[in-house]
């Protein structure tokens, strides 16, 4: 479908006009076959051997998150602690993906992490509203690069999205993803570039569906849906409708995406929805934490207890997981 | 491409149900053996196993089936109708107490998966209850004049697609309306007809007002021409159905009749196509296509076509084929042996006369009758297999450049049962459905059913409506 309305990726963002006629011309969401499809996927059933390898793979998936105005460099070292140690009664027990914390406290992150291999995520760009001059959004994406920021989860500016000013959106996406360029000095490269879509405020699935289009014509890495900050987080249709985004652009461009719902999913029971419908929608190119993240902050500890059920046949309770 | 996690098997549990050795027929408010001691086995689908053995009644049995409906006619019908709701609603009730003994026990009988007779056939039962519940006191105020009278003893024969929601469809009205009935469940999937009659007992319904006798087409036969029913209701082939008519032409019996189907999918260019290559799936998928209100003609625009198959087959490809008892299964098994040989022989046909066909690759189950997935593209409207119903999960591809042209095709059938229409567009969807020739079209969704919205078909599907206000007015003498 895409490889026919998609024919030169330059050219439908040339202009503002360019880029309105394709985000529209993309194929509608219909939204009840779009919830129906997604709640009919929440009725798969996972059991035993299917379930342990999902709830690893879900623990590796987590960008164990901590974005509260509250939050100290201690908090963070702990959290760190619990990403390197997740059950320390259970040393086969798999990592996180990621730290996910604003950009102040990645140095205490990334001193606390070393080499482990636990990337560090930060949210920059004003995050959650993404109500600011371009300079201090991109000032921010700097400091958190330079502070050695793994991952960068940027803000879209929904204020110019809603109000149609697409090329706008673009050219922050743009920029903010030549911030995210590490200097020499810092071993080169580039942070990831996770874009936030806020899609409990895009309202309606066709603007999520033109808002991924956008984010990934504009160069990001990953999609994601939420900031955790707003009413609507991530849901299953949602995701959905961003998981069939990146498998079209994917068919258009070659380029594949990745894809990132986060706030609200605490249970192991939702992140086993999020697997299925990654599974049967995009397929296993997807299921790997390189390509399909869960941001959360409890979701690990249920996880955890649902392992050491599984291992040991009993539940035994929230006291047998640390609480940060 | 390794998947991390495959699912596991997730069967639903068969303990809950209890399937008798041997069941006799459902008369007067108790069981009794056939007449003549006829029998005959019923199957598992998937497995081949014989799950029991049922009654076949002669015409001495359906006679006295008749008469007990009769006699019970008497009574029933002058009951109030708040009363005879009463005996609706906890007979409604009752179906969602035994929800998932009844689900697992269609999935058993008629090889559907579980997860269609756990969320779409019994939920759909107890609606269709509930719903003519609530008619049964208000039918003066129906619109159908100020006193509407019960036509008498109902003669009804239902198909094994949907086993107990064709029952449901056909007793739930009659009983409201002040009707008596005699059912006639198919011959390969009477098992919850039986258990419906058990809940009818339960229920304390009046002995006589529901009878069941099991058998195949001659029972039937002999119940359509029984000269003391009123009200012939059939659900099944259109063959059977013009047998139906020519039987009872000249008398004064009245008939609805539900019967095949060849319903076009028409899918625009602007339609949103994730949905709509679902709804083709639902479509003709569901029940493993043996369904006669299947979207079996997919009708796609030529502009679109190439990148829609893409999707179905992509989409086909995740579909899990096997265990109906699996609750992650989506195709189950076809009904019957007989059924099997008919799909295959139209696939072969399809073959012989140069469609292409593309089928779900993989391994289906040693026993049991199964049929894989199965889209046919290149179909003109000259092949049979665009003609005649198949009846199973067969998909056939033709495509169309002018939406008047999609209608044309579209209503090139002899069937006219339903009729499916993907466009974002509220003014094409609205001028496509108002030139389909189908008793139900479905915009931007397929295979939704209500009990509230009437079904029924245009053509050789039949005629007289089912469901809602209309689906009264068959059992109403107006």
């Given at each position: 479908m895409p490889s026919a309305i998609l024919a030169d990726p330059a050219e439908v963002t040339s202009s503002e006009a360019a880029l309105r006629r394709f985000l529209h011309g993309l194929p509608g969401v219909d939204r009840v076959g779009t919830e129906a499809r997604a709640a009919m996927l929440a009725t798969r059933s996972i059991k035993t051997d299917a379930k342990v390898a999902a709830i690893d793979l879900a623990i590796r998936m987590i960008d164990l998150t901590t974005l509260e105005g509250a939050d100290t460099p201690g908090k963070v070292r702990s959290l760190c602690a619990k990403a390197l140690h997740p059950d320390p009664g259970a040393p086969d027990t798999p990592r996180p993906a990621a730290i996910c914390v604003y950009g102040d406290l990645v140095a205490e992150a990334k001193a606390a992490l070393?080499?482990?291999?636990?990337h560090v995520a930060a949210v920059a760009?004003?995050?959650?509203?993404?109500?600011?001059?371009l300079d201090v959004k991109l000032a921010d994406v700097a400091y958190a690069v330079a502070a050695g920021a793994d991952e960068i989860d940027m803000v879209i500016d929904r204020g110019a999205f809603l109000a149609g000013r697409y090329r706008d959106v673009f050219d922050e996406i743009v920029a903010v993803k030549a911030a995210c360029a590490r200097d020499e000095a810092a071993g080169g490269g580039s942070a990831h570039l996770k874009v936030i879509l806020e899609t409990g405020e895009l309202s309606t699935y066709d603007n999520v569906r033109r808002a991924s289009w956008l984010a990934m014509l504009a160069g990001a890495d990953f999609i994601k849906?939420?900031?955790?900050?707003?009413?609507?987080?991530?849901?299953l249709p949602v995701t959905l409708v961003m998981l069939q985004a990146v498998r079209d652009f994917r068919e258009a461009t070659g380029r594949q995406v990745g894809v990132k719902p986060a706030g609200g999913i605490r249970t192991t029971k939702d992140a086993m929805k999020y697997l299925v419908l990654v599974n049967e929608t995009v397929?296993?190119?997807?299921?790997?934490p390189d390509w399909f993240r869960l941001g959360a902050s409890s979701l690990l500890n249920d996880l955890l207890m649902q392992r050491q059920k599984l291992a040991t046949g009993r539940y035994s309770g929230p006291d047998y997981v640390t609480v940060d | 491409m390794g998947n991390p996690f495959e699912y596991a098997p997730a069967p639903e549990s068969r303990a809950i149900v209890d399937i008798a050795p041997a069941y006799g027929l459902f008369i007067d408010g108790a069981f009794a053996e056939a007449t003549d001691g006829g029998r005959l086995k019923t199957v598992n689908?998937?497995?081949?196993?014989?799950l029991a053995e049922i009654a076949v009644g002669g015409e001495a049995d359906v006679d006295r089936a008749v008469k007990a409906a009769r006699k019970a006619f008497k009574s029933w019908s002058a009951l109030p109708g708040a009363q005879r709701a009463k005996y609706l609603f906890r007979i409604a009730r009752l179906i969602q107490e035994h929800a998932r003994e009844l689900a697992v026990l269609e999935s058993i009988d008629n090889g559907k998966p579980i997860r269609e007779s756990r969320d779409v056939d019994i939920p759909l039962v107890a609606a269709h209850f509930f719903h003519y519940a609530g008619w049964a006191d208000k039918l003066a105020h129906?619109?159908?004049?100020?006193d509407p009278r019960p036509i008498g003893v109902a003669g009804q024969v239902i198909p094994w697609n949907f086993p107990l929601l064709m029952l449901a469809w056909k007793v739930a009205p009659a009983l409201a309306g002040g009707n008596t009935v005699v059912l006639k469940p198919a011959e390969t999937t009477p098992l919850t007809a039986l258990r419906f009659a058990e809940i009818c007992v339960e229920a304390g319904?009046?002995?006589?007002v529901v009878n069941i006798v099991t058998g195949a087409g001659e029972t039937g036969r002999a119940l359509i021409a029984h000269?003391?029913?009123?009200k012939v209701a059939f659900t099944g082939s259109t063959a059977v159905g013009k047998e139906i008519a020519r039987t009872i032409a000249g008398t004064r019996k009245r008939v609805t009749l539900e019967l095949g189907g060849k319903a076009a999918n028409i899918v625009y260019d602007d339609a949103a196509i994730d949905s709509a290559v679902d709804g083709i799936v639902e479509g003709i998928f569901f029940n493993g296509g043996q369904?006669?209100?299947?979207?079996?003609r997919l009708l796609v625009q030529e502009s679109v076509a190439d990148e829609l198959l893409a999707s179905l087959t992509r989409r086909i490809k995740t579909l899990r084929v096997g265990d109906?008892?699996?609750?992650?299964?989506?195709v189950g098994a076809i009904n019957s042996a007989a059924q099997l040989s008919r799909i295959q022989e139209l696939v072969a046909a399809g073959e012989a006369e140069g469609a292409e066909r593309w089928s779900l690759a993989g391994e289906l189950p040693g026993k049991g009758f199964w049929f894989p997935p199965t889209v046919f593209t290149?179909?003109?409207?000259?092949h049979r297999i665009a003609r005649d119903?198949?009846?199973?999960p067969v998909l056939t591809v033709q495509t169309f450049r002018t939406p008047a042209e999609a209608v044309e095709k579209a209503n090139?059938?002899?069937?006219?049962?339903s009729a499916g229409v993907w466009t974002e567009k509220g003014a094409k969807a609205l001028w496509t459905a108002q030139r389909l020739r189908a008793g139900v079209v479905w915009t931007n969704t397929f295979n939704k059913f209500d009990p509230a919205s009437p079904f029924g078909g245009y053509k050789e599907s039949g005629f007289g409506r089912e469901g809602g206000r209309h689906g009264l007015e068959a059992y109403l003498d107006v």
């Open positions: 070393g080499d482990s291999g636990v760009t004003a995050f959650p509203s993404g109500r600011a001059s849906t939420s900031t955790g900050k707003v009413a609507v987080n991530a849901t397929g296993s190119d997807w299921l790997d | 689908p998937a497995t081949e196993e014989v129906a619109g159908f004049g100020p319904l009046p002995n006589g000269p003391d029913v009123d369904v006669c209100c299947a979207g079996s109906p008892l699996d609750k992650n299964t989506d290149g179909v003109t409207q000259a119903e198949i009846f199973g090139n059938t002899a069937y006219g049962l």
